[in-house]
């Protein structure tokens, strides 16, 4: 609307004042005309008399306009306005400012790219199947994220590492997380890649019914504080432990089937039941798995990504974005199980065996597909849990141990 007006008063305001100057000289003239006759004196009067045939065209006076020129202006009479005054404004800013660019624009930078450090709780395995097809599907880059995911060389310095701020994210359990918690850890749970226990209490031999003596009288080995402070409790009661003949469980470091293949224990309270019992059964040796739910373990999430708890708020931003690339994988890799298998297996050779093929399916049923959902009843209930066991000195607010990175 203002351009047309901007466009359009010049001629406008230019027709006027033509107008109005026409108007004027229409009146002067018409007064010229009517005082001319009485302005004459008597003495050209007599002239004009005495003197007609001297009259003609080559003797007027140069004062004296002929009838045309002298006519008075009318309404009827042809006015020529210069071409000029009719040039809009529109016509000389169209030389001056150009309708469209002589040039193209230069192209805009993309946003920086976040660079993150993900440490794995122990050596890649197709439970990590969502970060890895995050990463090779290109949701990280989506999100303006590059993740870098490492195998530590001992699961031990993981959460370690976190906390010293050396990785931005680990792996874990949901029941190390409490006890490291606990212990003045500053972690928190972003997101749950696994919804269940992955380890279970492995048993060498043929599986048989199990009574609370037969399984006190087993020799146990551990490899993490959930199966020396959680399982291993439930399998050997106070009173067995404190017999003269017991033999205490030992720590595996991460080793049970060197362990079990040198007859140096009979059962690993916190084995991976997805692996272990067929790699033991490459080695000749038999076994029968209990799951934690029949030591009345609370069920918990079988793997867990955490942030530093310090900068959790500041990089809230972040873990939301990388936890909405952790969703889409996981969506995917549920929608086309057969063909997220090949990619797993191609960005990563080593996984392409009969144990990991074996266990895909079963790992696909046990995936988060709302990763960053958190289960507050679940986590509040483990708390409880591990009090009553003596384990912890009070319980702690959930929003210390986990939180859904998209409400921050």
């Known amino acids: 609307m203002l351009r047309c007006l901007s466009r359009w008063w010049h001629p406008i305001l230019l027709s006027l004042i033509v107008t109005l100057l026409f108007s004027n ?5 018409n007064q010229e005309s009517e005082e001319s006759p009485q302005q004459e004196s008597p003495e050209q009067e007599s002239l004009e008399q005495e003197s007609p045939e001297q009259e003609g065209p080559e003797q007027e006076s140069p004062e004296q306009e002929s009838p045309q020129e002298t006519a008075p202006l009318t309404l009827d009479s042809d006015v020529e306005v210069p071409d000029a005054f009719w040039r809009t404004i529109d016509s000389e800013s169209e030389e001056e400012v ?14 920086p790219v976040k660079q993150l450090t993900l440490m794995l709780d122990w050596y890649l395995s197709p439970q990590h199947a969502a970060l890895v097809i995050a990463k090779e599907r290109g949701l990280y880059a989506v999100q303006g994220l590059e993740v870098d995911i490492q195998s530590p060389a001992d699961p031990s310095i993981a959460i370690k590492l976190l906390t010293a701020g050396e990785v931005d994210l680990a792996l874990t359990r949901q029941p190390l997380l409490h006890l490291q918690v606990h212990n003045g850890a500053p972690i928190t749970r972003i997101a749950t890649l696994i919804e269940t226990s992955l380890t279970a209490v492995i048993v060498t031999g043929e599986e048989q019914a199990e009574t609370d003596s037969t399984l006190a009288g087993l020799h146990y080995g551990y490899t993490t504080g959930e199966g020396r402070d959680l399982s291993i ?19 595996l470091h991460f080793d049970p089937i060197r362990a079990m293949r040198e007859g140096q224990i009979d059962a690993v309270a916190d084995g991976f039941y997805h692996y272990l019992p067929q790699q033991l059964a490459t080695e000749g040796i038999n076994t029968h798995v209990i799951r934690f739910n029949e030591l009345d373990i609370p069920r918990n999430d079988g793997l867990v990504v955490l942030a530093n708890s310090d900068t959790l708020v500041r990089r809230a931003d972040t873990w939301s974005r990388f936890v909405l690339a952790l969703e889409q994988a996981s969506h995917w890799i549920i929608d086309n199980p057969d063909a997220a298998w090949e990619l797993l297996i191609r960005a990563h050779p080593v996984l392409d065996n009969d144990i ?29 849990f591990l009090h009553q066991m003596g384990l912890t000195d009070a319980t702690l607010p959930v929003s210390r141990l986990a939180v859904d990175p998209h409400t921050l």
């Open 25 to 29: 000289s229409v009146i002067y003239a």
């Open 98 to 111: 150009p309708t469209m660019a002589q040039t193209p624009a230069p192209p805009l930078e993309p946003p």
């Open 233 to 251: 409790p439930r399998l050997l009661p106070r009173s067995v432990q404190q017999t003269d003949d017991f033999t205490p469980p030992i720590n």
């Open 356 to 384: 990991n093929a074996n266990a895909w399916e079963d790992i696909l049923r046990r995936m988060a597909l709302s990763p960053a959902a958190l289960d507050s009843r679940r986590y509040a209930g483990f708390e409880t």
